[in-house]
Structures are given as structure tokens and as C-alpha cells.
């Protein structure tokens, strides 16, 4: 049995061969899972069903995110690798699973998906995991959020979360972008010193590639087995929140929280951009539509499979620069300005709708030979599953 440190201060007490065991244990508990769900799925209608914006060939189970939390959780228990941070992310991932679950079963209204993804911030932050500092966001030295802690882990957590639902539009594209932006936390804890929490990482990033083997276009595997589901958007979305607020707001391990919205920026300011559009038209800005970034994209000629490489290739790019940015000596207000100019640039550039297009077109345009004529046979299928969770 591996036993992993409880305290992510402490050091690596760890070799690369117990962590090479996790890593497989995760990723093959997650693949065993997502297959004996499959006939149950079918059974009890858990199904992602073709209708509406959804263009998938035919009904889908909808089991990512419960054989995702399978897959961990089975790994940690194996290992002995528990804490109380630990406990309380598990909780809080499980209920946000359950209610996931019924999401997809039952339509659950969005007020009540809110209210618990806040009470699952609320049972995350018992075992001490919040936002009690933004760094030199504002050029203000270690700036305290005190009593409005709490409220701004909300706040944080649920926009994560929410962002990578929105993000669930193209087979493989939310799987990929949160399994590129857990890399680059894993690469920062690793480089902070935070050997216990990068294990832990470890977990989840291959809790997630499991998940991908059977959401990704194959040649031996003409289309996506299964899908995430909410409850699975939902679970990432908590996971990369859990981890930017363990990594950033840890003494014993540096790391400046500014750069947490760097490694997942495409669907921060994609959804950031969208609600505020939405709002300034006086719509809801909870409101369904396909104006997504991958919306545009694919109107553009791009490909699924070029939708999802192209914006995984773009997540990682943002965060390596502002990783290198920042070690280079940018101010941190610098960084924050650049975010900020990050929104603006696209909701001008998406303001309308053929300016946006006609953007898209051009870089299809400078897409590599092989890869613009590709014909889609090793990539993720489009399924038009944007689950809105906030819409009605």
C-alpha cells in the first residue's frame, strides 16, 4: 500500500514507481468504470439524447463524471492518501456529482444547481480550502479578502464551474482543456515544492485521460462512447478550483494566485464575454445559445477535431506565457491588465457575429496541410452538448 504525506507542506516521500502506480490505477479505474456504466446508463435513461443544439448520431451515456469520482476516489482509498482538505473536496465532488446526475436525468432547475455548487464550496472550505488572499492584483502587498473570503470562493468556484459546462460543446474540448490546465498546475506545484498536492494532481489528470479513451474518435472507435455529463463538468470545474486555491493560497508554497485564471483562460473569458454580452442586450445571462467560442469556430470550417486541439493548444499557450511572464518579473498588475484586455479584445471581436467568422476563417487558413484536411478520424466528435447549466 503507498502512503502519501496528509500536509502539502510536507516533502516528496514518494518515488516516481508508486506514483507511475497511482497514475495507472486512476486512469484504469476510470476506464473499467465508464464500461460496466455503460449497461446501466441505458438502463435507467442516464442518456445524452440527440435534440435541440445537441447533433450527436444517437443516445449517449452520459457517465463521465460519476466514473471520473469512481476513479479517484478508489486510488486515494488504495493509497491511503487522505486529509482533511482531501475529505471535504471529496464530499463536496460527490454531491456535486449527485446533483449533476439528476441534471441530466431530470433537468434540474439552475437556481438549484447554484445553490449547490455554493454549498459545495461551503463543505470545501471545512477542511480549509478557499480564497483568503488575491496577491498584487490591485499593486496592493498580500491583500486580505478577511469576511469576504467565503463569498469570493463562491463566487470563483462557481464561475469555474459553470465555465468549463459552457465549455462541454465538442467531444474531447472540455476533457482537454482541463487536462492541459491540470498539467500546468501540476508543473507549478511541482515547482513550488508542493510534491503532495502535485500527486494528487497526478490523480486526477489521469482520472480525466481514462475518461478521454472512450470521449475521443478513434480509429478503432468511430465515435464518443460516453460523455461527461453535468455531473462531470461540474466535478473538473470544482477539481481545477480546489487545486489553483491549494496551490496559490499556501505559504509554505508560494505560487501568486493571478495566475490560476491564466491556466484555464479560453473558457474563463469565453464565458465571461457571453454573460456580459448577454446582459448588456438585456437578456438573461444565463440564457442557451450557440455563440460559443467552438460555435464560432465551427462555422468557420474548422473541424471538431481542430476545435478541440486548437483550444487545448491555445489554454496551454496562454498559461506558459504568463508562467514565463511572471518569472520573468511582469508586475502582477501587468498580468491582471492583460486578462482584463484578453475579454475586451474578444467581446469586440465577437460583437459581430461575421467579424468573428471571417477571424476564425483566416487562422483555419493557416492550419498545417495535414491537419486542415484532415478528415476527423482521430478526433473527438461534435456533439452540440453545451449543457448550459445556469439556462433554462
Given at each position: 500500500?503507498?502512503?502519501?504525506?496528509?500536509?502539502?507542506?510536507?516533502?516528496?516521500?514518494?518515488?516516481?514507481?508508486?506514483?507511475?502506480l497511482e497514475i495507472l490505477c486512476a486512469a484504469t479505474a476510470t476506464f473499467a468504470a465508464l464500461w460496466v456504466l455503460q449497461p446501466l446508463a441505458i438502463r435507467f435513461g442516464l442518456l445524452d439524447r440527440p435534440a435541440?443544439?445537441?447533433?450527436?448520431?444517437?443516445?449517449?451515456?452520459?457517465?463521465?463524471?460519476?466514473?471520473m469520482l469512481i476513479g479517484v476516489s478508489l486510488t486515494l482509498a488504495v493509497c491511503n492518501s487522505w486529509s482533511q482538505p482531501l475529505a471535504c473536496f471529496m464530499i463536496?465532488?460527490?454531491?456535486?456529482?449527485?446533483?449533476?446526475?439528476?441534471?441530466?436525468?431530470?433537468?434540474?432547475?439552475?437556481?438549484?444547481?447554484?445553490?449547490?455548487?455554493?454549498?459545495?464550496v461551503w463543505v470545501m472550505s471545512l477542511g480549509g480550502v478557499g480564497v483568503e488572499h488575491i496577491g498584487l492584483a490591485i499593486g496592493v502587498q498580500s491583500m486580505g479578502l478577511g469576511m469576504f473570503s467565503?463569498?469570493?470562493?463562491?463566487?470563483?468556484?462557481?464561475?469555474?464551474?459553470?465555465?468549463?459546462?459552457?465549455?462541454?460543446?465538442?467531444d474531447g474540448l472540455a476533457g482537454g482543456i482541463v487536462l492541459a490546465s491540470l498539467c500546468m498546475l501540476e508543473a507549478a506545484a511541482l515547482y513550488s515544492g508542493n510534491y503532495a498536492l502535485?500527486?494528487?494532481?497526478?490523480?486526477?489528470?489521469?482520472?480525466?485521460?481514462?475518461?478521454?479513451?472512450?470521449?475521443?474518435?478513434?480509429?478503432?472507435?468511430?465515435?464518443a462512447r460516453v460523455f461527461m455529463g453535468n455531473a462531470g463538468s461540474a466535478l473538473l470545474g470544482l477539481t481545477i478550483a480546489w487545486a489553483s486555491f491549494r496551490l496559490t493560497q499556501n505559504a509554505a508554497h508560494p505560487v501568486t494566485p493571478i495566475l490560476a485564471p491564466f491556466l484555464v483562460a479560453t473558457p474563463l473569458i469565453d464565458c465571461v464575454v457571453l454573460i456580459a454580452r448577454r446582459?448588456?442586450?438585456?437578456?438573461?445571462?444565463?440564457?442557451?445559445?450557440?455563440?460559443?467560442?467552438h460555435h464560432r469556430m465551427l462555422e468557420a470550417g474548422f473541424t471538431p477535431?481542430?476545435?478541440?486541439?486548437?483550444?487545448?493548444?491555445?489554454?496551454?499557450?496562454?498559461?506558459?506565457?504568463?508562467?514565463?511572464?511572471?518569472?520573468?518579473?511582469?508586475?502582477?498588475?501587468a498580468l491582471v491588465l492583460l486578462f482584463i484586455a484578453l475579454c475586451i479584445g474578444y467581446f469586440w471581436l465577437t460583437r459581430k457575429r461575421v467579424r468573428a467568422v471571417e477571424f476564425f476563417a483566416t487562422l483555419h487558413g493557416f492550419l498545417p496541410a495535414v491537419f486542415r484536411k484532415s478528415n476527423g478520424a482521430?478526433?473527438?466528435q461534435s456533439n452540440g452538448a453545451e449543457n448550459y447549466p445556469l439556462g433554462e
Open positions: 500500500m503507498v502512503h502519501f504525506s496528509g500536509s502539502l507542506g510536507g516533502g516528496m516521500n514518494t518515488n516516481a514507481l508508486q506514483v507511475m435541440g443544439r445537441k447533433d450527436h448520431a444517437e443516445p449517449t451515456p452520459s457517465t463521465g463524471g460519476i466514473a463536496a465532488a460527490t454531491l456535486l456529482v449527485a446533483i449533476g446526475v439528476l441534471d441530466d436525468l431530470f433537468d434540474v432547475r439552475w437556481w438549484i444547481r447554484v445553490i449547490a455548487q455554493c454549498a459545495a467565503l463569498p469570493f470562493t463562491m463566487f470563483a468556484t462557481v464561475g469555474v464551474i459553470n465555465a468549463i459546462n459552457m465549455t462541454d460543446g465538442v502535485a500527486e494528487r494532481l497526478a490523480v486526477f489528470g489521469a482520472a480525466v485521460f481514462g475518461f478521454l479513451l472512450m470521449n475521443m474518435r478513434f480509429p478503432w472507435q468511430p465515435r446582459t448588456l442586450h438585456g437578456q438573461s445571462p444565463f440564457r442557451a445559445d450557440r455563440n460559443h467560442m477535431a481542430q476545435v478541440t486541439i486548437s483550444l487545448v493548444a491555445t489554454n496551454l499557450a496562454i498559461g506558459l506565457a504568463a508562467s514565463v511572464a511572471l518569472k520573468l518579473g511582469l508586475p502582477e498588475p482521430l478526433a473527438p
